[in-house]
């Protein structure tokens, strides 16, 4: 199995930014993408970003693009999340996810998650 721990979330206003950091462990599988997901009070979740573990291809929703940047550090094993110019739209809990067959984009292709968290953009 495939453990993952979010961390980094916290209470910002419009303009500043946050770092958010994924560890991601387990002895059983390797991750082929590791991505980010946010789920806003009375939303559906929806896509951030996602990274493939072995190769660094990255992916971002049309609505992040140009502000937030998905990486990864293989030998921290962590995927980082830097946000930008954040915008109180991006209010939301922020989840990690691991997926062990594809780089998609589809939360439900996702088999493993983490705990979330918070991120809280003022006006």
């Known amino acids: 199995q495939v453990q993952l721990v979010e961390s980094g979330g916290g209470l910002v206003q419009a303009g500043d930014s946050l770092l958010l950091s994924c560890a991601v462990s387990?002895?059983?599988?390797?991750?082929?993408?590791v991505g980010w997901f946010r789920r806003a009070p009375g939303k559906e979740r929806e896509f951030v970003a996602r990274i493939t573990w072995s190769a660094g291809s990255t992916y971002y929703a049309d609505s992040v693009k140009g502000r937030f940047t998905i990486s990864r550090d293989n030998a921290k094993n962590t995927v980082y999340l830097q946000m930008n110019s954040l915008k109180p739209e991006d209010t939301a809990a922020y989840y990690c996810a691991a997926n062990n067959f594809f780089a998609g984009t589809k939360a439900r292709d996702y088999q493993y998650w983490g705990q979330g968290t918070q991120v809280t953009v003022s006006s």
């Open positions: 387990g002895r059983t599988f390797s991750s082929a993408a």
